[in-house]
Structure formats: structure tokens, C-alpha cells
């Protein structure tokens, strides 16, 4: 669907709006960013004390996942709702919950939920709880429900590699079928939009299966300067980067580097693809790690 078929998707004089949960985060604010582009309104839950900090042009509305409060009202008069937790969050499942609950007593039409590629691996708690919360808003809202499952990000990595030195607490050598960031959004805009989409499940796995080495040789041919992968331990990453970070955060990561030193993280790569023939999503090909990489300043 090219950005015109979205837009005839708003409909003239419709205002409603479409509410981003996780607003504040890189994939709420492409996802908001998307609907603004094509001249939707959106109400962006935040935290509260946290109003300041959601994208520009939209609305924001505060909300306390952790109790629910403000769900009544973030959700009232709304087309549709994106749900996305908070990166591996302990209480995803209890989100779910007044997420579920609150949808349909307001009655929303639709609700897109974002959830991971591959949610029933079990090496990964945090992957089995998108697993139940998936179930727990399907049996709420039955054909309502929208589900997305994107691979880790090209983003993740981008800043990274524009910098010389790629560093990855996992083997270089583990497979991953990273997706862009600027897709996932795209699709996430048409499953809120398209009045025939509903009650479908579509994995976002990008187009290629690379390894970070292999990203590191073609983000350097690209970039046409050098860079550099290493491999850090997991002791040097929960010294370092990972020290910030809640203990329950710490523990679900560490698991998901163990499980890519354990045969990576891959999806089928024409997955992508079809979801975008389903959504009608995007009128040209899945962008490669190459493509996110010559983007770079």
C-alpha cells in the first residue's frame, strides 16, 4: 500500500484518533510518527510526569500500565490502540490484562499488539510472556486483535556500525534476521488503518539472515571505512552496559544472548514480505541492513 492508499484510509472528517501505548520509546515513536505522516491523529500514553517527552504532533495522555490507571480514559472515542510493553518488562502479562480488560469495556474497535518473533521459545522468559499476553488478548478481543512479531532491529546495531566498532555480548557468528525499524512501523500503520484487516498474526523477520560479523563487513563496504565487531562477555556487559538496568531486565537479556550464542535468532525471510502483501503495507521491497547502514551521516 503505497503512502496515497494510506491516506484514503483517513477518512475526511473522521477525527478519531489512534492511541500508541509505549509512545515514548524508539518503535512508539515510529509507529506515531508513521500515523502523523499520513494525517491521523494519535494520543500518546506516557507516564505520568512523562508528557513532555512524546513525539512531536502528538497528544499525550497519561497512563500507569503498572495499575491501569488512565486506561479509561487514554482508550475513550479511539479507532484503534497499539499496544507495545515496555522492553522486557517482568509484568507484560498483568499489562495485558487491563489492557484487555479496559479495550473491551470501551469498546475499541482495534487493537495491534506488539509482540516478538518466535514467542514460544522457550530459552527466552521474556518471549514467553509476549506468548501469554498474545493469549490473554486474543481470548478478549478475539478477531479485534491484530498481532505483530518483529525480529530484533537494524537500529539496534546502526549507531554502532556509523561509529567503527560493533560490540556484542554473543557469538558473531549466530545467525539473525534483523528487520528495520521504519518497516515494522509502516505495517503497524496500515493494521491500524485498514478497516479489512483484523484478527491476523504476521512475524516480521527482515530479509536476510546475517551475521554480525557479515554486518560488520558490509556496513564497512557500504560506509567505506572500516568496522570493527567484538564480542564482550556477559560478565563485561553486566559490568557495563547492563549495570543501569533492573535485575529482572538483566536476567532477560542475559538469557536472550545465551540463546543467540545457541543458534541465533532467524526467521523466514519472504515472512516480511507476505505480511506486507496481507497489510498492503508498503509499495516497495523490505529494506536490507545495507540499505539502513547507507543511510547513515
Same mark, same amino acid.
Given at each position: 500500500?503505497?503512502?496515497?492508499?494510506?491516506?484514503?484510509?483517513?477518512?475526511?472528517?473522521?477525527?478519531?484518533?489512534?492511541?500508541?501505548?509505549?509512545?515514548?520509546?524508539?518503535?512508539?515513536?515510529?509507529?506515531?510518527?508513521?500515523?502523523?505522516?499520513?494525517?491521523?491523529?494519535?494520543?500518546?500514553?506516557?507516564?505520568?510526569?512523562?508528557?513532555?517527552?512524546?513525539?512531536?504532533?502528538?497528544?499525550?495522555?497519561?497512563?500507569?500500565?503498572?495499575?491501569?490507571?488512565?486506561?479509561?480514559?487514554?482508550?475513550?472515542?479511539?479507532?484503534?490502540?497499539?499496544?507495545?510493553?515496555?522492553?522486557?518488562?517482568?509484568?507484560?502479562?498483568?499489562?495485558?490484562?487491563?489492557?484487555?480488560?479496559?479495550?473491551?469495556?470501551?469498546?475499541?474497535?482495534?487493537?495491534?499488539?506488539?509482540?516478538?518473533?518466535?514467542?514460544?521459545?522457550?530459552?527466552?522468559?521474556?518471549?514467553?510472556?509476549?506468548?501469554?499476553?498474545?493469549?490473554?488478548?486474543?481470548?478478549?478481543?478475539?478477531?479485534?486483535?491484530?498481532?505483530?512479531?518483529?525480529?530484533?532491529?537494524?537500529?539496534?546495531?546502526?549507531?554502532?556500525?556509523?561509529?567503527?566498532?560493533?560490540?556484542?555480548?554473543?557469538?558473531?557468528?549466530?545467525?539473525?534476521?534483523?528487520?528495520?525499524?521504519?518497516?515494522?512501523?509502516?505495517?503497524?500503520?496500515?493494521?491500524?488503518?485498514?478497516?479489512?484487516?483484523?484478527?491476523?498474526?504476521?512475524?516480521?523477520?527482515?530479509?536476510?539472515?546475517?551475521?554480525?560479523?557479515?554486518?560488520?563487513?558490509?556496513?564497512?563496504? /557500504?560506509?567505506?571505512?572500516? #568496522?570493527?565487531?567484538? *564480542?564482550?562477555?556477559?560478565?563485561?556487559? =553486566?559490568? &557495563?552496559?547492563? $549495570? %543501569? @538496568?533492573?535485575?529482572? /531486565?538483566?536476567?532477560?537479556? #542475559?538469557?536472550?544472548? *545465551?540463546?543467540?550464542?545457541?543458534?541465533? =535468532?532467524? &526467521?523466514?525471510? $519472504? %515472512? @516480511?514480505?507476505?505480511?506486507?502483501?496481507?497489510?498492503?503495507?508498503?509499495?516497495?521491497?523490505?529494506?536490507?541492513?545495507?540499505?539502513?547502514?547507507?543511510?547513515?551521516?
Amino acid at each position: 500500500m503505497s503512502r496515497t492508499e494510506i491516506d484514503q484510509l483517513v477518512t475526511p472528517g473522521t477525527h478519531a484518533p489512534v492511541l500508541v501505548i509505549g509512545a515514548t520509546g524508539k518503535t512508539g515513536r515510529a509507529v506515531a510518527g508513521a500515523l502523523v505522516a499520513h494525517g491521523v491523529p494519535v494520543r500518546a500514553a506516557c507516564r505520568p510526569g512523562r508528557e513532555d517527552a512524546v513525539p512531536a504532533g502528538s497528544a499525550p495522555v497519561a497512563v500507569d500500565l503498572a495499575t491501569g490507571a488512565g486506561l479509561g480514559a487514554a482508550l475513550d472515542g479511539i479507532r484503534a490502540v497499539y499496544h507495545l510493553a515496555p522492553n522486557v518488562h517482568p509484568d507484560e502479562v498483568g499489562m495485558a490484562v487491563r489492557l484487555a480488560d479496559a479495550a473491551a469495556a470501551a469498546g475499541t474497535p482495534r487493537v495491534v499488539f506488539h509482540s516478538v518473533l518466535h514467542p514460544d521459545d522457550a530459552r527466552m522468559p521474556h518471549h514467553l510472556r509476549k506468548r501469554d499476553a498474545e493469549r490473554v488478548l486474543r481470548s478478549a478481543l478475539d478477531d479485534r486483535l491484530t498481532i505483530l512479531r518483529p525480529a530484533a532491529y537494524h537500529q539496534n546495531l546502526l549507531d554502532q556500525a556509523g561509529a567503527g566498532v560493533i560490540t556484542v555480548p554473543y557469538s558473531p557468528d549466530a545467525p539473525i534476521s534483523n528487520v528495520d525499524l521504519g518497516d515494522v512501523a509502516q505495517v503497524a500503520a496500515a493494521a491500524l488503518l485498514n478497516p479489512v484487516i483484523g484478527g491476523g498474526v504476521h512475524d516480521l523477520a527482515g530479509p536476510q539472515v546475517l551475521t554480525t560479523e557479515e554486518m560488520g563487513r558490509q556496513a564497512a563496504a /557500504a560506509l567505506g571505512r572500516r #568496522v570493527e565487531v567484538r *564480542r564482550i562477555s556477559i560478565e563485561s556487559w =553486566l559490568a &557495563g552496559p547492563g $549495570a %543501569s @538496568l533492573p535485575a529482572p /531486565a538483566r536476567e532477560a537479556l #542475559v538469557a536472550m544472548f *545465551r540463546a543467540y550464542d545457541d543458534g541465533g =535468532l532467524v &526467521g523466514d525471510p $519472504a %515472512s @516480511l514480505l507476505g505480511a506486507l502483501g496481507a497489510l498492503g503495507a508498503l509499495d516497495r521491497p523490505a529494506t536490507t541492513w545495507v540499505e539502513a547502514v547507507s543511510r547513515l551521516p
